[in-house]
């Protein structure tokens, strides 16, 4: 498995991303039947309660995910694997007050951001208008979306990162802007900074900025950056690539004392996106399932406790589920999903998952 940065074409459209390389032995080319994926859930899910929320019209897009076949020398034999690539970026967020969530749509040939109540009803308002978007965050007093959007063509576009009123007006504020990817914005619990990443050439440090002054901090290694709960922001879960090899796994970083503790880690799987649930006794991720003889490679969502242990396989569906996020009341998720689809179309779907929460469970500082 390896991470790089990557532009692709993938249906008709040119991305560029954090792409996550799965390695598993390969085997002789399986197909596998469209009942699997059109089935809106997996035998494994069984009595868990999932709700669509999104209808095919909103166009929800997802992860863009691809299969390729690489080689590498086990002892004095060459073997090949199948790998399976992902862009790690944000799909889905939710309002801290858990009346609505925003999605990125796509409307002619644009990625934008639109927003939906969890309750359904009305269409999805569309909420910039703007080219690539993707990678975005709420402000923890729910007024405000930061998002990161590609400027520039081909080779010369980058991506910088953007701040807009969740619910008036069209004035677009500009938050970080220079020669390399700013992405994955995330605002601190006390609204004063935003936390994103930065990609020089594949290689991504977590950085933070000051809203009122734009003083911009360098901490560490890193993407994806999830604030802890009740840290003083001090504490954040991000994804990081493995020192010497090509998996990714889950890391945290005290940006204030500069310890970093690795959490989540596995030789063979990758996972990214962490989120931390609203009581900060849970973490919730994307990670990577190895195909089997019924189902393909795939992403899944993966739930432990906030000390990175008693890991929870959340879906088995083998479509993909992923770019999960916590509902306020720490009992619900929702998610990213092309469940239901021959055709890999995306839609948000909500879980719960109190089944699967211990409640002995208690916050790690």
């Known amino acids: 498995m390896k991470s790089t940065n990557l532009k692709v074409i993938i249906n008709g459209f040119s991305i560029s991303f954090v792409m996550v390389f799965l390695a598993g032995c390969l085997t002789p080319q399986q197909f596998y039947s469209n009942d699997i994926f059109t089935t809106l859930t997996a035998p494994e899910e069984g009595g868990v309660n999932f709700t669509q929320l999104t209808k095919e019209s909103d166009i929800v897009e997802g992860p863009p995910t691809m299969l390729k076949t690489e080689s590498y020398a086990n002892g004095n034999t060459m073997v090949n694997t199948e790998v399976l690539m992902w862009n790690t970026a944000t799909y889905l967020a939710i309002s801290p007050d858990g009346k609505n969530f925003t ?62 009123d969740v619910n008036k007006g069209s004035a677009v504020r500009q938050i970080a802007s220079g020669n390399e990817d700013e992405q994955n914005p995330e605002f601190s619990d006390e609204g004063n900074l935003l936390f994103y990443s930065k990609n020089n050439n594949g290689n991504y440090t977590l950085w933070s900025q000051d809203l009122k002054s734009g003083l911009m901090t360098q901490y560490s290694e890193g993407f994806n950056p999830c604030i802890v709960p009740n840290t003083g922001s001090k504490q954040l879960f991000v994804t990081r690539r493995v020192k010497n090899s090509t998996r990714t796994e889950i890391w945290k970083v005290d940006v204030e004392t500069g310890s970093e503790t690795q959490y989540i880690t596995d030789s063979r799987r990758s996972f990214s996106s962490p989120k931390v649930s609203p009581n900060g006794k849970y973490l919730i991720c994307t990670g990577s399932t190895a195909k089997s003889n019924s189902r393909p490679s795939n992403l899944d969502l993966y739930l432990y406790k906030i000390d990175g242990t008693g890991e929870t396989q959340l879906t088995f569906h083998p479509g993909t589920d992923a770019s999960a996020v916590w509902a306020p009341d720490s009992k619900n998720i929702l998610f990213i999903s092309s469940r239901g689809s021959v055709t890999s179309k995306y839609n948000v779907w909500r879980m719960s998952v109190e089944q699967f929460l211990d409640e002995s469970s208690t916050p790690r500082k």
């Not at 109540?117 to 703007?130: D, K, L, M, Y």
């Open 103 to 164: 999605f990125l749509g796509n409307n002619n040939n644009s990625s934008n951001l639109f927003i939906r109540s969890t309750e359904g009803g009305a269409a999805a308002i569309q909420r910039t208008f703007r080219n690539d978007v993707e990678d975005f965050s709420y402000s923890k007093d729910g007024k405000y979306l930061s998002f990161s959007d590609r400027v520039g063509v081909g080779s010369y576009s980058n991506l910088n990162i953007y701040m807009i």
